[in-house]
């Protein structure tokens, strides 16, 4: 039988694990982790196996956004050994990222996305993230649509 309560426990460390808090990572990840979610150039290819490689990717995303701050919009949301959240991200870009427009330094990202999470032995153990990937590379200039501007 699934603990909802408990399973609900594990939103807030995994938003304070994305906005860079690493001590985390311990406490609610698998050893086995494994997260898939679209690739981002210069942050890891499409499937991340294990706290180690969680932790390069989290590390990597804060490296380029100063004061990011994950909040969870709607959620959690619990069915059975599941876990869903919908997030808004911000954070200030200060360059790192491939590709990206030096006009876009100094700006302010703005991001959303839903992860839905496995939990195993009252860990998290598997990830899929689903993440406005192109608004956040047309905030940076990587990614063109006609008619918006930088």
């Known amino acids: 039988m699934t603990n909802t309560s408990s399973h609900a426990a594990l939103a807030e460390p995994w938003r304070l694990l994305w906005n860079g808090d690493l001590s985390y990572t311990d406490k609610i990840i698998a050893p086995d982790f494994v997260a898939h979610a679209a690739p981002l150039t210069g942050f890891g290819d499409d499937t991340i196996k294990?706290?180690?490689?969680?932790?390069?990717?989290?590390?990597g995303i804060n490296s380029v956004l100063t004061g990011l701050d994950f909040t969870i919009e709607q959620g959690p949301i619990i069915d059975g050994?599941?876990?869903?959240?919908r997030w808004r991200a911000r954070g200030t870009y200060h360059g790192g990222f491939p590709g990206a427009s030096a006009n876009a330094v100094g700006r302010t990202i703005t991001f959303t996305?839903?992860?839905t999470?496995?939990?195993?032995?009252?860990?998290?153990?598997?990830?899929?993230?689903?993440a406005d990937s192109?608004?956040?590379?047309?905030q940076l200039g990587v990614a063109k649509v006609p008619g918006a501007q930088l």
Not at 50 to 59: D, F, P, Q, T, Y
């Open 134 to 138: 192109l608004l956040f590379m047309q």
């Open 81 to 85: 050994d599941f876990l869903v959240v």
């Open 50 to 59: 294990g706290r180690a490689a969680l932790n390069a990717w989290v590390g």
């Open 117 to 130: 999470l496995r939990i195993e032995d009252g860990l998290l153990a598997e990830y899929w993230a689903n």
């Open 113 to 115: 996305g839903t992860d």
